[in-house]
């Protein structure tokens, strides 16, 4: 079941989304601005935003460059929807971090597709993020954010270090990269779709494969 965050300032397209979006494998939140929906990201679990541009408080590009510039968010796939679709207008939405740009008026199965892409493209990415060697898995910078890549590498640099350590404390491990414990976890689950210790494990058995091949 995947958590898609639908965000504009008029209810009536929030909820005519959700029907033309329907599917048993989406739950559907809601905010109605900006702000609102900051605090839905920071404080539920959402694996894309589906969101309008023109909104008070703070607009779709603003929202959009909030959630891709916190390492706590930065994970998350944004499509912005828009009825400015000058070729400005898409350079700004794609320069905020967007993953996707659809413009008004957009036919439901366009929408339904390119969220199926993204998430599917997410869940490729949990697998290459397991395989250890991320210096080359997240080159591709529209494949994942600059935040992740920066995290990613950093983590297996440490695993690296710590790859003959019986006894890894993952906490202390978390403080060398920088973020605490619970930021930790949650930014590997969501990045791997494992916990540190399974990674860690998979890690070492990779690099045992490797030794018993030379």
């Known amino acids: 079941m995947?958590?898609?965050?639908?965000?504009?300032?008029e209810k009536d397209i929030v909820n005519a989304l959700k029907i033309y979006?329907?599917?048993?494998?989406y739950y559907f939140l809601e905010a109605y601005d900006g702000e609102e929906a900051v605090h839905v990201v920071e404080t539920k679990e959402v694996h894309l935003v589906l969101m309008d541009i023109m909104m008070p408080e703070m607009d779709g590009n603003e929202l959009c460059n909030v959630i891709k510039s916190d390492l706590k968010t930065s994970h998350i796939p944004v499509i912005l929807l828009t009825a400015c679709n000058t070729v400005d207008d898409k350079i700004k939405g794609l320069q905020s971090g967007?993953?996707?740009y659809i413009p008004k008026p957009f036919y439901p199965k366009h929408v339904l597709t390119r969220i199926c892409t993204l998430l599917d493209n997410r869940a490729k990415l949990w697998e290459r993020f397991q395989s250890g060697v991320p210096l080359n898995i997240?080159?591709?910078?529209n494949e994942v954010s600059a935040k992740d890549n920066e995290f990613i590498c950093a983590l297996y640099a440490k695993f690296n270090e710590y790859v003959d350590d019986e006894c890894v404390d993952m906490e202390l491990l978390a403080k060398e990269i920088g973020v605490n414990r619970s930021l930790f976890f949650q930014k590997v689950k969501a990045l791997t779709?494992?916990?540190?210790?399974?990674?860690?494990?998979?890690?070492?058995?990779?690099?045992?494969?490797?030794?018993?091949?030379?």
């Open 21 to 25: 979006l329907n599917d048993s494998n």
């Open 193 to 214: 779709n494992d916990s540190p210790f399974e990674l860690l494990k998979n890690y070492r058995l990779q690099r045992a494969a490797e030794l018993l091949v030379k």
């Open 98 to 100: 967007a993953d996707a």
């Open 138 to 141: 997240a080159a591709n910078e």
């Open 2 to 9: 995947y958590n898609i965050l639908i965000c504009d300032d």
